[in-house]
């Protein structure tokens, strides 16, 4: 059965990006704009993975993560980052992996491929 | 504050509440109470040995929690009023307006593990602060029952305890949960065996913006929902106490800096503004340097006087130096764009060097290098190309003598590190933030961009530039992600 990724940005040309990327590699991709969107996906239905950015206006990327982390502790969730540093807080406890968004693509492909 | 006003603040503080009045009934008496709030939602009933109350408020609290809570307080209370017993009572209000005056936190903390192991159901406690940036559990301060009796203080131990995975007790604080945990089940928990150790009760304590700032840990023999109220209660106290310290904290901090912060604004701004006014100046300049400059090669052709051939070549060569400003100054202003591509660390370094080779002969410089020749980075030639020629012109520039350059390179995980070591006696103190910024420069040439600039093409590439001082000079880092943009 086709896998499913909900993916979270706030950046069309990342989500047009990752989605073009994912999809080719025969992922199913669910796309969340912001974090309101994310919950409303998330609580229509589990995907396999779910690839989050944590920039974003309104609910941060942490902030969902706690959430999915709360509900269903087993839901793989990647953080995707532009920068490094935000590396050493809790999240980095409980993401299953820190990408940073300029990690090549098949680093992360093969990342994906690890979980599910 | 009146005993009656320090009762509700105790009530709404533990239970997160905003209480419109409190009735006790009790020794054929009706004691009424008012609150902050005006307006309320709920209504709770308590009853207790020989008292009962009735509370309205506002908020949401678990009824069966609060009821243990009020049932605690209003009895202390009753007893107070018989004054059979106010001493607890007491306690608990003065520790309040410890917090509330200001007390040092390291005192409040103490009061309050110490009122921790005075319950009947905890025999040891550790109050412990989180520094989240470092993943770290520290500043504890440790209370026993039994060291209490003997009057002992809590005593204050700055063991760390670090975590490198999620463990129970990192739950505590992320969810921001209260539970039962097992101390043995926690990694990097061994020091800690010989003060708290096996089944505790841990509760997060709570930061102004939500998130934990610590944990309260518990252990003793009876556990039940009581003694889970009971901790929470006083972990709430914890928070308030940590948050209101806190607050003073910043509050004096930022009294003190209140004019500091506008100059910083002010120069900021002003940085700005000269900005664009160079930008726009030198644009406009740069087209009567352009004939400035042709006319005076022109008049060279007619020139017979040597006097007249000496003054022409003055001409030439100031406007040339105007004309290269102008150029940086512009550079400067434009966004960087980059032409991202797999290039080799090493040949890059000795294209640049091959570049500056009359520089660094004229300058008596003596440069060696040890970089992999296998290394590859992801970046814009000749834009980094730009930033090693104007890191190592500046560090030729700070050593006017002659002197050695260092040019190495590390590999981490993530980044490539390229280290320029020069002999120039170092940055000094005062320099070292500005050294990065716009317009700054500390020699008698130059626009004091060059390094500005560097910093500007290092941020756009993903990575970063830095200064530190050794021995003899400066060191330079630029570092470089392993990977490039995204279209890599």
Known sequence: MTKKILLVDDDKGIIQYYSELLESNGYEVQVAMDGEQALIALSAGLPDLVLLDVNMPGKSGLDILKEVKEANEKLPVFLLTAYEQYKRNFSSLYADEYLTKAKKPEVILKKVSDYI | ?488
């Open chain 2, 1 to 488: 504050m009146t005993p009656d006003a320090n009762f509700i603040r105790l009530l709404e503080n533990s239970l997160s509440i905003s209480i419109v009045s409190c009735t006790v009934f009790f020794d054929a008496k009706t004691f009424v109470m008012k609150g902050s709030a005006v307006s309320g939602d709920h209504t709770l009933e308590v009853k207790g040995e020989g008292f009962a109350c009735i509370l309205f408020y506002k908020g949401n609290c678990r009824a069966e929690k609060a009821k243990d809570i009020i049932a605690d307080a209003v009895n202390l209370y009753c007893r107070s009023i018989k004054e059979e017993f106010p001493a607890e009572c007491a306690r608990r209000a003065d520790l309040l307006g410890s917090i509330v005056s200001g007390e040092s936190i390291d005192n409040v903390l103490n009061e309050l593990a110490r009122m921790i192991v005075a319950t009947p159901v905890f025999d040891c406690v550790g109050i412990f602060l989180l520094n989240e940036i470092l993943l770290e559990l520290r500043g504890l301060v440790y209370a026993s029952r039994s060291e209490s009796k003997k009057g002992k203080k809590a005593r204050f131990r700055s063991r760390k305890i670090r975590f490198s995975k999620k463990s129970p007790l990192s739950d505590v604080m992320y969810f921001g949960r209260c539970k039962m945990i097992d101390l043995d089940e926690i990694d990097d928990w061994k020091s800690m065996r010989d003060c708290l150790k096996g089944e505790s009760y841990a509760c997060p304590l709570i930061g102004m913006d939500g998130k934990a700032v610590g944990v309260v840990v518990a252990t003793g023999g009876k556990y039940s929902g009581k003694a889970e109220a009971i901790l929470q209660f006083y972990s709430n106290l914890c928070s308030i106490a940590i948050s209101n310290a806190n607050m003073r904290g910043e509050l004096i901090r930022l009294k003190t800096y209140e004019e500091d912060f506008e100059k910083v604004d002010y120069v900021s701004k002003d940085l700005v503004k000269m900005g664009m006014l160079a930008a726009t100046v030198a644009h406009e300049l740069k087209n009567p340097l352009v004939a400035i400059g042709g006319f005076a090669k022109r008049l060279a052709a007619f020139g017979s006087d040597p006097r007249m051939d000496n003054y022409i070549t003055m001409i030439q060569s100031e406007v040339s130096r105007l004309e290269d400003l102008v150029t940086e100054i512009l550079d400067y202003s434009k966004n960087v764009d980059l032409r991202i591509e797999k290039i080799n660390l090493d040949k890059v370094v000795n294209e640049t060097l091959k570049l500056l080779s009359e520089n660094i002969s004229i300058g008596m410089i003596h440069v060696s290098k040890s970089i992999d020749p296998e290394v590859t980075v992801y970046a814009d030639r000749n834009r980094f190309i730009q930033v090693l020629i104007n890191v190592i012109i500046n560090a030729i520039q700070v050593m006017p003598s002659g002197g050695d350059l260092k040019i190495s390179a590390e590999e981490s995980s993530e980044t490539i590190i390229l280290y320029i070591k020069d002999t120039g006696g170092g940055v000094p103190d005062g320099e070292m933030e500005k050294i990065f910024e716009p317009f700054h420069s500390s020699k008698q040439e130059g626009t004091g961009l060059g390094l500005s600039l560097s910093k500007k093409i290092m941020t756009a590439h993903g990575g970063e530039i830095t200064v530190s001082n050794d021995s003899s000079g400066a060191v330079f880092s630029l570092i470089l992600p392993k990977t490039g943009g995204l279209d890599d």
